[in-house]
């Protein structure tokens, strides 16, 4: 049922707009006549949010493999204290222990919808002195440069996340396409369409595609949205997963 919500908002708003639209052809309202200007002004507006979309898919797709990424990094550093078990085992669940922190800060973040680098940037500083602690124990050199390999993906992942959900594409260019949009519907509302009845249907489609892909394009400019309501979300199944699957090690 998620993937339907945003078709069915837009077929909501589409339906009031198709009503107003008749009101107003009753009315006699409808005095602008169809001419290729209209053609034209519809088609521009559509390749302008046609830019728009695909600027925002960019970064969407982008943002599919930040989950998968993140969570390899993570269990591969909860996996390389393995080898420390043998040389500090007190030290070595330490480390884990700070790992499994990072975990539930990061899902507690993406289930709360923010992100929050105050409450991760501790923890990783916290596994960043661990790791000099564990070179300090005896960690041979190979395992040290792999793990702050690995905390280097971390960082840099959830610098991205971070980037990516208080960014917007372009401000301006969404409120363009806003005041486009409501402009050609207006305009359509009140020009005159014959025969009535393809008329209507020529303009809830065209309401259609303009509203819907202009839901599209807000609901996917931040990809990591957690909710019901959302219809262009990134899947964080795999972190929320990655707890037990570690425990389960």
């Given amino acids: 049922m998620k993937r339907y919500v945003l078709v069915l908002r837009a077929l909501g708003i589409v339906a009031v707009l198709v009503g107003i639209k008749m009101v107003i052809d009753m009315a006699g309202l409808d005095v602008i006549t ?3 200007v209209i053609t034209a002004i519809v088609a521009g507006v559509i390749f302008t949010i046609a830019i728009i979309f695909s600027g925002v898919l960019t970064d969407f797709k982008e943002s599919e493999k930040i989950p998968g990424e ?3 990094s993570i269990k591969s550093l909860y996996r390389d204290t393995g080898v420390l078990l043998k040389i ?3 030290l070595a669940r330490h480390i884990r222990e700070h790992i499994i922190e990072l975990i539930d800060t990061l899902t507690e973040n993406f289930k709360n919808n923010r992100w929050m680098l105050r409450e991760i940037n501790p923890i ?3 596994i960043d002195a661990d790791i000099n602690t564990s070179f300090e124990k005896g960690l041979p050199p190979p395992m040290i440069v792999k793990m702050r390999n690995e905390l280097a993906a971390i960082d840099r992942l959830i610098y991205r996340v971070e980037i990516i959900m208080e960014t917007s594409f372009i401000p301006a260019a969404y409120h363009i396409s806003i005041i486009s949009i409501v402009a050609v519907l207006l305009t359509l509302m009140f020009t005159k369409m014959d025969p009535y009845y393809e008329g209507i249907l020529l303009f809830g489609s065209v309401a259609f595609v303009l509203t819907s892909l202009m839901m599209l394009i807000r609901d ?3 990809p990591f949205e957690y909710s019901q309501n959302s219809a262009a979300d990134v899947d964080l199944k795999i972190l929320f997963k990655l707890k037990d699957c570690i425990d389960s090690n």
């Fill in 124 to 126: 990783t500083n916290k």
């Fill in 88 to 90: 500090d085992e007190p």
């Fill in 34 to 36: 169809v001419s290729p």
């Fill in 70 to 72: 993140l969570a390899a």
């Fill in 220 to 222: 996917m400019d931040n």
